[in-house]
């Protein structure tokens, strides 16, 4: 079959060049100029209509801009009309939000003060993204008091939570609280609890993983979504506050340091767990031990959940003995924010009995005595000046310490 049997503009142009061409070497050309047609179509009627519905929709109470101009969308109503094609808004949904459902979490998130509830869907990446947003704007579109965020890292229910309820009572709008327990653990805090509510989407945490600062940032990140949130305090289960909360407060906001400790120690436990594989970015004479426990202002929370660097360098070589969280934050820190840093900690511990677990405190444990020389017998510098008030919290306080410490926080720390 030849091609003159098809007399068509195309075609009888190139006749003369492929005039001995079979027909089916010129089918994968027609069929693309066919679907080419097909395709211009369906694109002309599909634009007819949009225009339609804009033209249908524009017959509404005229207003003073959009009666010009068809097209303009400087007006509110034809914002409003946009809005109603359904192409419209999922090019905006693909485009500005990854899931829907967390975008309108994190706004009520940072336009109140009091969040129901600080659950919400988003993985690890999308959190940490969200997190790391900075406002160029500074000042806030609301009333609003700097917040300090306390951060409680357990593996179950805060155990001396009363002492806290009462030390946080009366404070509401000055503090906010995260939990990140272990996703087994399936209790409930009551609905008048300062706790309630509070726990995060947590993952599984053991005790020297890595994991461990992977829940450090999931905090961190969480209270970052908060702006009015300015320090951020890591406690854990055991810890109990030295001071009352205004006394605590004060401390912490008008600190020119943060609190992450930082030394270099010799041997097994300090360089020894140092690998020589984090080399080059990281060198044996920079690495550092410290507390987990941190105290630290929003710019450097910032940086700890932004970094990706140095703590995918840990993810690969801080493995087993090595115990990242001692390490990762106290030689991040000091290589990069040694400044502002004041390389201690504000939890008081007690190693001086040895092995890899601090002291732990039982309820005869706690006296007044006991608590006056943690409260204020340490030697420490504080803005520059020597002070005597070194800590404001401590650990390990066990469960049945609690009676105790009600009866004496009254007199002893005044809350
Ligand atoms: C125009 O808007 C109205 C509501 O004001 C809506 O019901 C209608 O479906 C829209 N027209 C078109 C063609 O989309
Ligand atoms: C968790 O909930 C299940 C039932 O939903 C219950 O059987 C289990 O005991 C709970 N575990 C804890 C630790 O409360
Ligand atoms: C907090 O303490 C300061 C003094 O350090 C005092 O002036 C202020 O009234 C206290 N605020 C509250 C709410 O107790
Ligand atoms: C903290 O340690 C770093 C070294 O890692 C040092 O340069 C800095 O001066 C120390 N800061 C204070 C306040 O001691
Ligand atoms: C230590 O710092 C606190 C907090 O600023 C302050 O109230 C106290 O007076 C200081 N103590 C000494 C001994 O300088
Ligand atoms: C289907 C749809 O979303 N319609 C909305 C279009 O916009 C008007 C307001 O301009 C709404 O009232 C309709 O519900």
Redesign the pocket.
């Known amino acids: 079959m030849k091609i003159e049997k098809y007399p068509n503009p195309i075609t009888s142009l190139m006749k003369p060049i492929n005039s001995h061409f079979q027909f089916r070497n010129l089918l994968p050309y027609v069929i693309f100029f066919a679907s080419g047609l097909a395709f211009g179509i369906v694109v002309s009627v599909n634009l007819q209509n949009y225009s339609l519905s804009l033209q249908l ?1 524009k017959s ?1 109470p005229p207003t003073s801009s959009s009666s010009s101009s068809s097209t303009s969308l400087s007006s509110s ?1 034809d914002d ?2 946009l ?2 094609n ?1 192409v419209r808004i999922d090019g905006f949904k693909k485009d500005l939000t990854l899931k829907p459902a967390s975008v309108m979490h994190g706004l009520e998130k940072d336009l109140t003060l009091q969040p129901a509830s600080v659950m919400h869907n988003m993985e690890d990446e999308e959190l940490l993204w969200r997190a790391s947003m900075v406002p160029k704007i500074r000042e806030f579109p609301f009333k609003t008091a700097p917040k300090v965020a306390f951060m409680f890292l357990t593996k179950g229910p805060v155990s001396l939570a009363p002492l806290w309820e009462k030390f946080f009572k009366g404070y509401e709008g000055l503090f906010s609280i995260y939990i990140h327990s272990n996703p087994s653990y399936n209790g409930s805090e009551p609905e008048d609890s300062v706790f309630y509510g509070r726990r995060i989407p947590s993952k599984e945490v053991k005790w020297g993983n890595v994991n461990m600062v992977e829940a450090e940032r999931r905090l961190l990140a969480n209270a970052l979504l908060d702006h009015s949130n300015q320090r951020f305090v890591l406690l854990s289960e055991s810890c109990i506050p030295l001071f009352n909360f205004n006394f605590t407060y004060t401390y912490l906001m008008k600190s020119r340091k943060t609190f992450v400790e930082a030394y270099d120690l010799p041997g097994p436990v300090g360089r020894g767990r140092y690998h020589p594989k984090m080399g080059p970015l990281i060198k044996l004479d920079q690495w550092r031990k410290g507390s987990q426990w941190f105290q630290i202002d929003r710019k450097l929370a910032l940086e700890i959940i932004s970094d990706n660097l140095y703590f995918s360098n840990f993810q690969r070589y801080c493995k087993r003995q090595c115990y990242a969280d001692e390490h990762y934050i106290p030689t991040y820190v000091s290589m990069k924010f040694w400044k502002r840093n004041a390389n201690r900690t504000l939890t008081w511990v007690d190693w001086s009995r040895g092995g890899s677990h601090p002291a732990r405190f039982m309820r005869t444990d706690v006296t007044p005595e006991f608590l006056k020389k943690l409260r204020s017998e340490s030697s420490c510098e504080y803005n520059g000046m020597r002070n005597t008030t070194c800590f404001l919290f401590a650990r390990k306080f066990l469960p049945h310490s609690l009676q105790r410490l009600l009866l004496f926080a009254p007199k002893i720390m005044r809350f």
């Open positions: 929709n509404g109503s409003l009309q809005a109603n359904t």
